[in-house]
């Protein structure tokens, strides 16, 4: 098979992630979470009681990515591994400001088309078919009900230990969509060429299928 990128957007909790990382384990492909970089940010931008100028921030931000063959995809701030920090709720819930800002967007979608120069990635995130690789060879805008998102991040939660009402969860992700989607630069959005998948009421392996036969199809 020739060597690809395949870019996967959608909304907050969609399943991106789980999706991405078995899609590109049965592709023997690197999978890029690129919320991670965002939330990266988020963090040191928190640690620094919410500075209002980003582009010092940003000036002052080392980020890059490992791989771990257990672990998966790490994140290194700073010469710090700050994976285990990024799944936060203060994390969660000042994400979508910080990632609406210019210097911060700049910078993430740098590294990003960096990551992918030699192909071979599975990316997930929000502009990655409209911004960071609008030649991907593969684009996939995976949705999903608001209501099966909100019941399976409390699946997430519940096993990391964390305690969490599905209304409030449903509220946060809608606020958090609507946010992304409207944001000036680099909104959420399908690209024109992507393919949409609605994940709802579908099993994972179903999901898997469904893009494993995209795949196919243009490999
Ligand atoms: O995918 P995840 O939920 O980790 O993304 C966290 C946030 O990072 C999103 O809600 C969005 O605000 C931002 N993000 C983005 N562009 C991306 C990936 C994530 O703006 N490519």
């Known amino acids: 098979m020739k060597l690809l990128n395949i ?6 909790a969609a399943g991106k992630s789980t999706i991405a990382k078995l899609l590109a384990a049965k592709l023997s492909m690197i999978y890029v979470d690129t919320g991670a970089m965002y939330r990266a940010i988020t ?18 931000t080392d980020l890059s990515l490992t791989y771990d063959e257990v ?6 701030l700073d010469n710090q591994d700050v994976t285990d920090y990024l799944r936060e709720n203060d994390v969660t819930n000042n ?13 993430a979608v740098k590294k990003q088309q960096e990551l992918s120069a030699k192909k071979g990635i599975v990316m997930d995130g929000r502009d990655i078919g409209t911004v960071v690789l609008p030649d991907a060879d593969l684009k996939v805008y995976m949705i999903a009900s608001v209501e099966e998102r909100a019941i399976r991040r409390q699946k997430d939660n519940e096993e990391r230990g964390i305690d969490s009402k ?4 449903k509220q946060e992700i809608a606020d958090r969509d609507h946010y ?11 690209a024109d060429d992507a393919i949409t998948v609605d994940t709802t009421g579908k099993s994972i392996e179903n999901v898997i299928e469904e893009i494993l036969t995209l795949v196919h199809s243009i490999a």
């Open 95 to 107: 994400v979508s400001y910080v990632a609406s800002k210019e210097a911060v967007r700049t910078f």
């Open 166 to 169: 599905v209304d409030q969860l």
């Open 180 to 190: 992304d989607m409207n944001r000036k630069i680099s909104p959420l959005k399908k």
């Open 43 to 60: 963090y040191k931008y928190l640690q620094q009681n919410k500075p209002e100028d980003f582009e010092h921030l940003i000036k002052t």
């Open 71 to 76: 672990k998966g995809q790490r994140v290194i």
């Open 7 to 12: 870019a996967l957007d959608g909304p907050a």
